[in-house]
Each structure stands twice: as structure tokens, then as C-alpha cells.
């Protein structure tokens, strides 16, 4: 266990490096200042690529031994100190041909039932199988259906969905009405992960009890599920949508839907578009769920609607912010923080600089107000966020962040006031940043 904290402390280091290395363009000073923890990262991430390496030419009975210790000696599979799981993925026939030999040996089934730890042993052969997922593994995963242990059992439900045949449709289509949320939660997963194709077995069963999921299934589940079933047939799907009034705002599964059907690459006619916009208050709706539908309309790249969007920019409350967000659909630039953070501060132009500057602002002001932002790093940007504001027009904005440098200045502390306007502004940020990135679309596109 020691050294898997020390491998997730590495991990961690390695991660913060790299993320300060895109933000600055080179390693962070603690580093370059502490050669030692350079030095000892790099040693030990230098040390798994030999190990692994090594275990792409171990012999057979080396596999069969890793095998043993992995599958029966140990307790829990969170204490694979010496990652054997990435080891036998180096050679994943020869390891799925020994797990197979020892899931079929008559003598080896009551080693298999084992579990000291509410993990039986048949668990971990199964994860070694599931490297390289086949029709071969299914009556071995399907025993552990019956497992007493919750994660076990969900695990069990995944990996039938990934390598699933048509002999586990029937208990992939009863989990995905299991009570507990997180079965079918991994089942969609494991579908996802497996592709199955239009009109195979899979597809054909369990279409229906999907699409049934998604009027009531949470979230995180939904804009999955939505993918799958277009994959398998994306005309049926969006019939039934429509007649169980999903494609409508306000249904808890619109925004999902939506987010779904754009990301594959498709949309809804632009007619119906305009019609729900015609049936809907927008104003009455939440960000979300107007966010969704003008994203899709931005879509279609029509003059007229880019010229509706920018109006909906002087309304109040959350139409305002939505069309915005919309508005960056349309010339191709939603992706803009992405691009940015890709990019090191030198190669970044003004009005990068700027637009980054006072989301960065924001952020800290919503999470711990001015006193945050004068004690981060993001602080040292303020006169980038000032003329990002000024060339916004947000007066508002750019009034309450020159009041906040005065005092800071002046080595005064107290900011309540100003933190309580700023939450109290009602022009969304994201009208001030799309207006800016707007004025200058080019240098976004660098």
C-alpha cells in the first residue's frame, strides 16, 4: 500500500508540473529550485517502463505465475503493489488464454469462490479477462451477478455490457431497471465502451428498455444513453423523443438530449428549432435549458439567427448568458478556453490574455471573493481583466475591480461590499467574455 501512495504522490506532482508547465511554459519554480524530487520522479517513472517492458517478453509460466499471485494470493485487488494488471495487459492473449484455462479447471472452483475481502477471487480473473473483452468471458462474469459485494456486482454489470453476446441481453436488460442508479450507470457505460453496432443482437434487445431509461435516469446517465441509441438508430429515437415530449424545455432530460444529438454530429431541423422558440418563454426558462436550444439553432449558421442571438445579449437574466454561449457556437470559437490553456502565456495574443484574465477573475470571486483574488496568482492579470472588461463595455465589472485594486493598494482587507455587488450583477459573465472574443474573433482562431 506504501507504494501506491507513493506512485499517486508522483502522479499528483507530475500533474501540477504539467498543468503549470502549459499556464507558464516551463516547469514551476519548486522543481528547477528542488533537483532531488526531479530527479526521484524521474527514476520512478523510468522504473515502470522497464518493468513493463519487461513483462512483454515474460514466458508463459512467467504469465502463470503473475496469474497465481494476482488472481489467488492476493486479498483485494487494491493491493496489487506491483501492478500486475498493467503487467499481464503487456501479453493479452497468452494471459487470456491461462485465465480461461483456470476458470474451466474443475479444480480450481472452489479457490475461485474465495473472497476474504468481499472480493472473490473469480473477480480478479475476470479483470484480467476484461483487458481484452470477449464472448468468452461472459459465463464466467455473469456468476458474479450473484456476488454479495455491491461494487463486484456493478463491476459484473459493465463488463457484460462491454463484452456482451446475446446471451446476457436478458440480464443487462433487467439491470437497467435495477433500483440502485449506479447499475445502470455502468451498464450504459460498458455498452459505450463496447460499440456495438446497429441492428446486432445487443442493439435489438435492449433498445427499448434504453430508451425507456431516459425520461427518468439521472443525468450523468442520460447524454450517454442518448449517444448509444443514436448510434443504433437515430430516426426511431428521435420519433420517440418527440411523442414522450422529451424534446422540449423544460423536460428533465432535454438538456442531455440536446447536448447529445449536437455531438454527434446531427441536428434537429432548424424549422422545429424555431418552433420550440415560437411554443417557449425562453426568459421563463433555465440557462441550461435555453443554453441547449440556441446552441443547436447556432448550429444550423443562418445570418438571421446570429442576428436574433445578439439582440437576446441586451436581455436580462439567463436568456442573455445562454445566447452568448450560442453565439461562440456559431463562429466555431466555444472551444477558446481549450485552445488557450494549450498555449503558453508568450504565444497567447491581447485578447486572449484578456478574455482568460477575467474568467480567471470570476472564478475566484465566486469561490472566496476579492480577498481570493488578491491572494492567487490570477491577481497579477488584473490589468489584462481591466481592458477586457473596458473594450466589453462592462462597466459594472470593470468599476468594481478598479475599486478592489484601490484598496487593495492601500493595504485595506475589507471587500465584503464589493464581493456583495459583484454577486449581485446581473449581466452574465459569459455576455462580457463572448462580446469580447466577438470584437476580436481572429485572434481566438490563432
Not at 88 to 105: A, H, I, W, Y
Request: glycine share 4%; aromatic share 6%.
Amino acid at each position: 500500500m506504501p507504494r501506491i501512495i507513493g506512485g499517486l504522490l508522483v502522479l499528483i506532482a507530475v500533474a501540477w508540473w504539467l498543468h503549470r508547465r502549459k499556464q507558464t511554459g516551463k516547469g514551476p519554480s519548486a522543481i528547477a529550485e528542488n533537483p532531488d524530487l526531479w530527479d526521484s520522479m524521474t527514476e520512478h517513472f523510468e522504473g515502470l517502463d522497464r518493468e513493463l517492458a519487461q513483462a512483454r517478453h515474460w514466458s508463459k509460466d512467467e504469465v502463470a505465475i503473475a496469474i497465481e499471485q494476482y488472481v489467488f494470493k492476493l486479498e483485494h485487488s487494491s493491493e496489487d503493489d506491483d501492478d500486475l494488471v498493467r503487467k499481464l495487459s503487456q501479453q493479452p492473449n497468452k494471459t487470456e488464454n491461462q485465465v480461461l484455462r483456470v476458470l474451466g479447471d474443475p479444480n480450481m472452483q472452489t479457490r475461485l469462490r474465495k473472497e476474504p475481502r468481499d472480493e472473490p477471487a473469480l473477480y480478479r480473473a475476470c479483470q484480467l479477462l476484461l483487458a481484452q473483452p470477449t464472448s468468452q468471458a461472459v459465463p464466467f462474469v455473469r456468476r458474479l451477478l450473484a456476488a454479495a459485494s455491491d461494487p463486484v456486482r456493478i463491476d459484473a454489470f459493465q463488463w457484460l455490457a462491454q463484452a456482451c453476446d446475446d446471451t446476457a441481453v436478458g440480464e443487462l436488460a433487467q439491470g437497467l431497471n435495477d433500483a440502485d442508479e449506479r447499475v445502470p450507470a455502468a451498464i450504459v457505460t460498458g455498452l459505450a465502451t463496447g460499440r456495438h453496432p446497429a441492428k446486432s443482437a445487443v442493439a435489438n434487445a435492449l433498445f427499448e428498455p434504453l430508451a425507456s431509461l431516459i425520461a427518468q435516469a439521472p443525468a450523468h446517465i442520460t447524454e450517454q444513453a442518448t449517444t448509444i441509441l443514436l448510434s443504433w438508430n437515430r430516426e426511431q429515437v428521435i420519433t420517440r423523443f418527440e411523442q414522450e415530449g422529451i424534446l422540449q424545455p423544460g423536460h428533465a432530460a432535454f438538456v442531455e438530449v440536446m447536448t447529445a444529438i449536437q455531438a454527434s454530429g446531427d441536428l434537429l431541423p432548424r424549422e422545429r428549432l424555431v418552433q420550440m422558440l415560437r411554443q417557449h418563454d425562453l426568459t421563463l426558462a433555465t440557462e441550461a435549458d435555453a443554453t441547449a436550444l440556441l446552441r443547436m439553432l447556432a448550429g444550423c449558421h443562418q445570418a438571421e439567427d446570429r442576428s436574433m442571438l445578439l439582440a437576446l445579449l441586451e436581455q436580462p437574466g439567463p436568456i442573455a448568458g445562454a445566447a452568448a454561449t450560442a453565439l461562440l457556437t456559431a463562429h466555431n470559437l466555444e472551444g477558446w478556453v481549450d485552445a488557450i490553456l494549450n498555449e503558453s502565456s508568450r504565444e497567447r495574443s491581447e485578447p486572449e490574455q484578456q478574455a482568460f484574465a477575467i474568467r480567471l477573475l470570476d472564478s475566484d470571486l465566486r469561490n472566496g471573493g476579492f480577498q481570493q483574488y488578491f491572494a492567487n496568482p490570477s491577481s497579477s492579470h488584473r490589468q489584462d481583466a481591466l481592458a477586457g472588461l473596458r473594450e466589453a463595455d462592462d462597466n459594472d465589472r470593470h468599476q468594481l475591480l478598479t475599486e478592489a485594486i484601490e484598496r487593495s493598494e492601500a493595504n485595506a482587507n475589507a471587500f465584503s461590499d464589493l464581493d456583495t455587488r459583484y454577486q449581485d450583477l446581473t449581466r452574465p459573465l459569459q455576455v462580457t467574455i463572448t462580446r469580447l472574443i466577438l470584437a476580436n474573433p481572429q485572434a481566438f482562431r490563432s
